[in-house]
């Protein structure tokens, strides 16, 4: 057996319509034997670099723990993100919508839905005498509301550093800066109600985020052009119509 495998033999190509010789090699059943075995080695060795480096390994079945796989654990966080920020233009879009078109309102019961408000909203457009409002903060008004110089809030001066709670549990549909108003923070609440706080200097909260009644939602400020001093100016919304906050608050 051995000297077979041993013997040599020729491997001879031949032309097909003259017979003539085209190439020949003398080659031995041992060689032969290790030409395959190299050759599967290769392809074995370069199967496994394939699928143990690039990512075809997550091709095999069971390969390991889709939990603990970096890329999908990556891309899972980016599609959170994604749909947190949806989530939240949607409140914001249906903030706005509140304000600018009263008579298609929908409110927002705290728990996440969004509920049609087509019945007068026996239950959920209350007035605002029947609600008790938390204090954004304690300071000096500076300015009224007055619908005749379009100053639609209340002005509050305070401290350098106070922080402005929010007057109800709420949504927060806004929550960005503008070249006017500064620092602005914008909440919907219960019954078609949105307060909205300018010029502070850092806001705390984030659109899309629910806020308690007496939250700390930013900090007293003095940013945008129409403001001389640290201050607030609150807003209140009710149905669209600004009202003045001033007849239901204390600021004192």
């Excluded at 019945?119 to 300071?139: A, D, R, W």
């Excluded at 949504?171 to 070249?179: C, H, K, T």
Aim: glycine share 8%; net charge negative; charged share 20%.
């Amino acid at each position: 057996m051995g000297s077979k495998l041993s013997n040599k033999y020729r491997l001879v190509l031949l032309d097909d319509d003259t017979l003539g010789e085209i190439n020949s090699t003398r080659l031995s059943l041992l060689s032969m034997l290790a030409f395959v075995a190299t050759l599967v080695c290769l392809v074995a060795i370069s199967t496994y670099l394939l699928f143990s480096y690039t990512p075809l390994r997550y091709m095999i079945p069971g390969y390991a723990d889709v939990n603990n796989n970096k890329e999908y654990i990556t891309l899972l966080s980016k599609v959170e993100d994604i749909e947190t920020e949806l989530d939240a233009q949607r409140i914001y879009t249906e903030g706005i919508k509140n304000m600018l078109n009263p008579s298609k309102l929908k409110i927002d019961n705290l728990d996440g839905n969004i509920e049609d408000n087509n019945e007068n909203q026996l239950s959920g457009n209350l007035p605002v005498e029947h609600f008790y409002f938390y204090s954004p903060l304690k300071g000096e008004i500076s300015a009224g509301f007055d619908l005749n110089e379009n100053h639609l809030g209340t002005d509050i001066v305070a401290e350098k550093g106070t922080p402005i709670r929010s007057i109800q549990d709420g949504v927060v549909i806004n929550a960005d800066w503008s070249a006017k108003t500064g620092n602005t923070i914008s909440i919907q609440h219960r019954s078609n109600l949105v307060s909205v706080y300018k010029h502070n200097s850092t806001l705390l909260s984030k659109i899309g985020e629910k806020v308690g009644s007496g939250e700390a939602i930013a900090i007293i400020g003095n940013t945008g052009e129409f403001t001389s001093g640290p201050h607030v100016h609150l807003e209140l919304w009710k149905n669209g119509v600004p009202i003045d906050p001033a007849k239901y608050i204390v600021f004192d």
